[in-house]
């Protein structure tokens, strides 16, 4: 069983020439969270003069248009209506997806949930992965409340055929950053969430519900990696991406701290995000 994947090119390689840079994304938005980055990436590995490589920003299932899996093809649910094998199976899409593509390793970049599938990906294929980096997100599992709050979410969503439950991360606080504060980034994020269809959140959100704790997985990563934060991070701030680099004892991962930046790093300082991957590229190399 494999889920479809909708993938974004950003810039294209031959068959097997390159180590593709998958870039994968944030709920609840999509992969249009990485195109200003995307371009960015290219701009600076070029001036760099780094060999050129495949960048691609796939769409997890339900995000965009991608295809929207049923309960079973996502594995059966429990009875909350969390799917206990989704991400594995997502993990495994991916990770097919590499390979129909000609390539046998990729370096996986993962922002918030993004960072949840990529971990999950050097968990079940830790020989597809040849560098990481973990943006704005964590390694726990959800607790019973913040797993009863997905599937309450989720349900909402379908019941109601709504995406107001998840509208919240398009607002601002005094906390927040600049660009989450400003009009322009609370417009931007208002029309990304408005353009996903309710059923695509309700998977998106049963799939990291029942997401296994992946802190074990840190110290066996072993290829080049980065970790990287925004001050402002509401949910992943330095306080609590600082103690994921420093699990990762079998590497030693750049750790980049970006000022006045919030959880969606890549959206709000993509010239930043970028440079600290082409770091990444170039360490790969």
């Not at 840079?21 to 290219?42: N, S, Y």
């Not at 593509?101 to 999950?120: E, R, T």
Request: charged share 25%; hydrophobic share 45%; with cysteine.
């Amino acid at each position: 069983m494999t889920f479809a994947i909708t993938n974004t090119i950003h810039r294209e390689g031959e068959p097997g020439e390159g180590t593709p840079l998958v870039l994968v994304h944030a709920f609840p938005i999509d992969h249009r969270m990485w195109d200003e980055c995307a371009a960015e990436i290219i701009r600076q590995a070029d001036e760099a003069g780094l060999p050129s490589f495949p960048i691609w920003a796939p769409d997890m299932p339900g995000a965009g248009d991608g295809p929207i899996p049923d309960e079973s093809q996502s594995g059966g649910a429990d009875p909350d209506g969390a799917y206990p094998h989704a991400m594995d199976l997502l993990a495994d899409a991916y990770v097919a997806m590499l390979h129909d593509a000609g390539h046998d390793k990729a370096v996986w970049v993962g922002l918030s949930m993004g960072g949840y599938v990529v971990l999950d990906i050097h968990r079940r294929h830790p020989d597809a992965v040849a560098g990481i980096a973990l943006c704005d997100t964590k390694a726990d599992a959800d607790d019973a409340r913040q797993r009863a709050n997905r599937t309450a979410i989720a349900d909402t969503c379908i019941r109601e055929r709504t995406v107001e439950p998840v509208m919240h991360f398009a607002h601002a606080t005094d906390a927040d950053s600049s660009f989450k504060r400003s009009d322009a980034g609370k417009a931007l994020f208002a029309r990304w969430i408005g353009d996903q269809r309710p059923e695509g959140v309700a998977w998106r959100q049963r799939m990291a519900a029942a997401r296994p704790d992946l802190n074990a997985q840190l110290p066996l990563i072993d290829v080049p990696a980065t970790v990287l934060t925004g001050d402002r991070d509401p949910s992943s701030p330095p306080a609590v991406m600082h103690p994921i680099a420093a699990a990762m004892t079998a590497t030693a991962p750049a750790v980049v701290d970006i000022a006045d930046c919030g959880h969606f790093s890549a959206v709000e300082h993509p010239d930043q995000v970028a440079a600290a991957l082409v770091d990444l590229m170039r360490r790969v190399g």
